[in-house]
């Protein structure tokens, strides 16, 4: 009876912790749109994608190992009408996250929040608008500002 009570609690719990994020607030608020797809990525998958990468590198597995989820939102259409409404959402929740980096130029816009909790980032959404496309990169977990800054960095190279 006690592992039951616990079970149900535990899922609960997780429940009502993935739905706090980010991407959970926004898939809710467009629940019957189809133009909107999602994908969620364990730290395991993402542990068993660098496995087969020749490349290894410890320190990212080291920070994966940190995370507790990716899920990443996109849709090939409408991308200002999302983008500014995952926006809005952002603002209406502007007491939950920070601004930490947001860059534009003729065909792109890129916001980046954090949310941090006892001054430890625990959550990293990317709000990306590129033509007609329109993407979030939801991070949960805890993160570093080398997560972070490699991050940036490789949006930096995306870009020059």
């Known amino acids: ?3 039951f009570i616990l079970i149900n609690t535990l899922s609960l719990l997780a429940m009502f912790v993935s739905a706090q994020d980010f991407a959970s607030r926004f898939l809710a608020a467009h ?3 189809t133009n909107l797809s999602c994908v969620t990525i364990s730290p395991k998958m ?3 994608i660098l496995k087969n ?3 290894k ?3 990212v597995l080291q920070i994966i190992a940190n995370l507790k989820s990716m899920q990443m939102l996109s849709s090939k259409v409408k991308g200002k009408y999302y983008y500014d ?3 809005k959402v952002m603002h209406k929740n502007s007491n939950r996250f920070e601004p930490f980096l947001s860059f534009s130029d003729k065909s792109e816009k890129c916001q ?3 949310r941090k909790k006892n001054d430890a980032i625990i959550e990293l959404v990317m709000l990306i608008h590129e033509n007609t496309h329109f ?3 939801n991070f949960t977990g805890t993160m570093s500002s080398e997560f972070i800054s490699k991050l940036a960095g490789s949006m930096k190279q995306k870009h020059s």
Do not use: P
């Open 31 to 33: 629940k019957s749109d």
């Open 112 to 114: 980046i929040m954090i």
């Open 46 to 48: 993402m542990e068993e």
């Open 85 to 87: 409404d995952a926006l």
């Open 53 to 55: 990468d020749e490349q």
């Open 57 to 59: 590198d410890e320190d």
């Open 1 to 3: 009876m006690k592992r």
């Open 135 to 137: 993407t979030v990169i």
